[in-house]
């Protein structure tokens, strides 16, 4: 296990438990634009715990990498199913945010192979 892999690795989790914990906060500079998007407010919890759950399996992946490699992969999906949607709204001012986050899951799971 590389420095690099482990440095990406875990700024990702950082990054997808911070977005997590700022939707499960109510955090405006993200509930803002999911109200924007149509994103029904019954998803929110859903999709703020599917960011926390990828954060902790990326962690975990360090230690048994199946789990962080899984981890991984559903992180890259979750955000480039919200850049999907952030484009679907027309919104593109703002598909980087999405893409922002997704960059490090993905270089996580680059890096593991």
Known sequence: ??????????????????????????????????????????????????KAAGAAGLVAGL???VIGVLAAIGLVLYFAGAAVTVIRARSYAHVVWPLMYLAPAAASLVLFA
């Open 63 to 65: 230690f048994l990498p």
């Open 1 to 50: 296990m590389s420095t690099t892999y482990v440095v990406v690795t875990v700024l990702a989790a950082f990054m997808a438990g911070f977005s997590g914990g700022a939707i499960f906060f109510k955090a405006a500079f993200v509930v803002d634009p999911l109200v924007e998007y149509g994103v029904p407010r019954s998803w929110w919890n859903w999709l703020g715990a599917a």
